[in-house]
């Protein structure tokens, strides 16, 4: 079982969308998100560890969701669309991560990350009824207007939003070991011969695995990346 992320793409829409439309932008994060989820079927646990019971040969048998079962994510997130849809919002058939609401002339937005949500709309006053109703149905958290969601820094001025993946960016310099090394001025050699490279292999290939994922999700910011990146990920 997989937690529902929204897309990145819709990400950028919204973000968008909100920019010429100068609507405020909101994140709300989760306590324990899961343990919200509500079990359908029957689910047995070992006692845990030193955990003394007069007769040990005794299992649990849950009536909520707990952290470690694969079926968590998927109950955690049915009861929050359930408790969206139940306050008026419409999830998108294209990312079922994007909730909307629309009532007159006011409309909401709301993305969904696992246990991360973002909040935006044409009003402040609808934002923070919504935002009180959620507080009312979950343990939230108000972390106020979006400034850092995902590794993606959002600074907003008068003439829009500014992304940034700069801190993002020096982690990953700094676990492949490059803070002393001297910039580049071309992305990528050209003219390259990498498929033609019959060298050993590397022996720890989880490393360049991790280490391309991680450009791919810093292309997100910087697009002038995205062919050099591509070229890296032929050799996975």
Known sequence: MFAHVVKMVTVRIVLAVATMREWELHQMDVHNAFLHGELHEEVFMKMPPRFHVQQPNKVCKLHKSLYGLKQAPRYWFAKLSATLKKYGFKQSYLD????????????????????????????????????????????????????????????????????????YALDIISESGLLGAKPASILLEQNHRLPLANGCFLENTEQYRRLVGQLIYLCFTRPELSYSVHTLSQFM
């Not at 696992?114 to 149905?137: A, E, M, Q």
């Not at 979950?138 to 972390?143: I, N, S, T, V």
Request: hydrophobic share 40%.
């Open 96 to 167: 079922y991560s994007l909730f909307t609401l629309q009532h007159d002339e006011v409309q909401l937005v709301v993305l969904v990350y696992v246990d991360d949500l973002i909040v935006s709309g044409s009003h402040p006053t609808p934002i923070r009824w919504f935002k009180n109703y959620l507080s009312t149905c979950f343990h939230m958290k108000d972390l106020g207007v979006l400034k850092y969601f995902l590794g993606v820094e959002v600074a907003r001025s008068p003439t829009g939003i500014y992304l940034c993946q700069h801190k």
